[in-house]
């Protein structure tokens, strides 16, 4: 399997290359096989590279028994073509993929831990380690990582001598690689068997931040923001912060107090609307006691709690079918037990949803419907001396 230009020389943002075939394909992009590139291909968890052959963009790249194959947007003659590099995908994914040989050399050295897992993702990347990580010993991770990245160490790639073979840390070759393996070094920290594009110097990555971990499979994954990526995310979290500092009216520093409060305020008013709901139940349950034959009742954001308030004031002998709720539409019917057995069923199939119940009591969900649907729907199903 032949390397390609951009796994000898990552630094390469453009160069001349033969395009062998140009194949349309079914969804209208083309393939091109090229002899070589300096777009990346996918793999070992980092992404392809985009770029342009000529002024035709690329979208994937991947690798060919005979070359490179390119996804284009368009024919390309074939011949020679220029190939350029989308710079600034390809150094975000050199800072991502260099800080996650930085992590998994200082986990394995410091922690024991290895990492059987590695992927780079468009928001975040995640490292999977092979036991736990305490939440100080992520902290301390982070720390040690920014501090080899203030030493500048310099990072290194080469094609490895048979004797480095059994040395090198690896998670092994692909099935089938036969013919130079490549291997990437931190001076004085951390060689590794990668084929993929790497910084020149730990000082490029500028910072790293581990930004959550989670139990995965037994062991430990982590997800962290490299360099670019950091600087985005603080600046985002400026943005959220002086939002939420117009909303909340005060500093950053008064946010946990201010949404405290502001919780401790929906509590007393979540308990005192259940209080009016519960008076309001009784109200209505009286009002509804009093009517002849089967009555329907819709109340928009009402719940089947209130609704079982409102049948317990009616009594068990009001036939009630009673709808609402947000979102989606709850119904009971209440009454009567060989009445609700008969029209319980009945209501659910007209509303369109399911239900169950027992002792004079059915209740159920349906898909959103609108209070004049609802009625529409029921209205011949509870016409005065219905079942």
């Known amino acids: 399997m032949a390397l ?10 453009q160069g001349h290359f033969q395009v062998l075939a140009c194949t349309p394909r079914a969804d209208g992009l083309f393939d091109l096989l090229l002899d070589d590139s300096v777009l990346y291909a996918e793999g070992g968890g980092q992404p392809a590279d985009r770029g342009w052959i000529g002024e035709v963009t690329i979208h994937d790249v991947r690798s060919g028994p005979h070359g490179p194959i390119h996804l284009a947007e368009g024919p390309v003659p074939l011949g ?43 928001q975040a990347s995640t490292i999977d380690l092979d036991g736990p990580l305490a939440e100080a010993d992520r902290d301390r991770l982070t720390a040690w990582a920014n501090e080899e ?59 790293v931040h581990i930004s959550r971990t989670e139990r ?49 305020d929906g509590r007393a008013q979540a308990r005192r609307i259940e209080e009016l709901e519960a008076e309001l139940a009784q109200r209505l349950g009286a009002e509804l006691a009093l009517a002849q034959g089967p009555r329907h009742s819709h109340r928009t954001g009402f719940g089947l709690t209130t609704f079982a308030g409102i049948a317990d004031a009616a009594g068990p002998q009001a036939r009630l079918v009673l709808t609402g709720g947000a979102g989606e539409t ?19 199939h007209a509303l369109g949803g399911r239900g169950g119940g027992r002792g004079g009591r059915f209740q159920g969900k349906a898909p959103a419907l609108g209070a004049a649907e609802v009625e529409a729907r029921l209205r011949g199903l509870l016409a005065q001396g219905g079942p």
């Open 4 to 13: 390609l230009a951009c796994q000898l020389d990552p630094t390469l943002r």
């Open 216 to 264: 995965h499979k037994g062991g430990t994954r982590l997800s962290f923001l490299a360099g670019g990526r950091v600087l985005q995310a603080l600046g985002a979290s400026r943005e959220r912060d002086r939002q939420l500092s117009e909303r909340l009216s005060g500093p950053p520093e008064r946010f946990v107090e201010a949404v405290e409060r502001l919780q401790q």
């Open 149 to 207: 990245i203030r030493a500048d160490r310099a990072v290194r790639h080469r094609i490895a001598c048979d004797e480095e073979l059994a040395t090198v840390r690896s998670r092994g070759l692909p099935e089938g690689h036969e013919g130079p393996v490549r291997v990437v070094e931190i001076d004085g920290l951390d060689l590794n068997t990668c084929g993929g594009t790497h910084i020149d110097r730990l000082g490029q990555l500028q910072v």
């Open 80 to 122: 020679t073509a220029l190939v350029r590099v989308d710079w600034a995908r390809r150094f975000d994914h050199m800072q991502q993929h260099s800080a996650q040989h930085l992590l998994t050399a200082l986990a394995l050295r410091q922690l024991g831990l290895r990492t059987v897992g590695f992927h780079l993702g468009e």
């Open 330 to 348: 709850l119904f009971l019917v209440s009454g009567p037990d060989d009445w609700v057995k008969e029209v319980g069923p009945q209501v659910a």
